[in-house]
């Protein structure tokens, strides 16, 4: 499927069972025993650096789980399959080692976000990064609650944003986002690994 032309692999069957009773512990399993699918899935030949992918497993009956992959590790989150998320923002200042002080905004929205003016590569514009973007700018007083505001991708597809509640978590403040998108299905496919193939776990072209 894509997601405002961001691909999303949505892995149905062929892996081992998940171990662990919870979404946590069953990422660290998959960490530490089922990379090398992770790998095989999401890089080159049979994917791409900018792939990501959805594990689903069974939780409870009509309920169901998801870990979340991309090119480089089995990750929290991925917003283009998630409607409502507590967003959390703030103002921090980084150093870098090589002492050029960089102002930053720290946003977070299913996934940390340091929002600086520089190059969008996500194909959609990116869920998290809309409710990040939001949160931000409710925090700066340019939004209020239930205002729409619509992202454009670097390829013309949209979400949009809505803030339908503020709250807190912990002792920040926060606001609940609604974002909508459309997702549209682009084919099924059924992966092969054989043996003696060299690069049977994949790779990645330096950067």
Not at 70 to 87: G, K, P, Q, T
Not at 148 to 165: A, N, Y
Not at 170 to 176: E, L
Request: hydrophobic share 40%; with cysteine; proline share 3%.
């Amino acid at each position: 499927m894509h997601t405002g032309g961001e691909p999303l692999r949505i892995i149905t069957s062929g892996l081992p069972d998940l171990k662990g009773s919870t979404i946590l512990e069953k990422r660290v399993y998959a960490k530490q025993h089922l990379d090398h699918y992770r790998r095989l899935l999401m890089n080159e030949p049979r994917g791409h650096k900018d792939m990501y992918g959805a594990i689903l497993f069974q939780e409870k009956p009509n309920e169901f789980g998801v870990l979340f992959l991309n090119n480089e590790a089995i990750v929290l989150c991925v917003d283009m399959v998630s409607l409502h998320l507590v967003v959390m923002a703030g103002n921090f200042l980084s150093q870098k080692n090589l002492g050029k002080k960089v102002l930053i905004d720290v946003a977070y929205g299913g996934a940390f976000y340091a929002i600086i003016s520089d190059k969008d590569v996500d194909r959609s514009p990116t869920g998290s990064g809309v409710t990040a973007r939001m949160a931000l700018q409710w925090k700066k007083g340019f939004i209020s609650k239930n205002e729409i505001k619509e992202f454009k991708s670097v390829i013309g597809s949209t979400f949009t944003g809505r803030i339908i509640d503020e709250t807190t978590v912990g002792d920040f403040p926060a606001v609940i986002v609604e974002v909508s998108g459309m997702a549209y299905h682009t084919g099924d496919h059924t992966f092969y690994l054989e043996y003696r193939d060299e690069l049977k776990e994949g790779f990645q072209l330096p950067r």
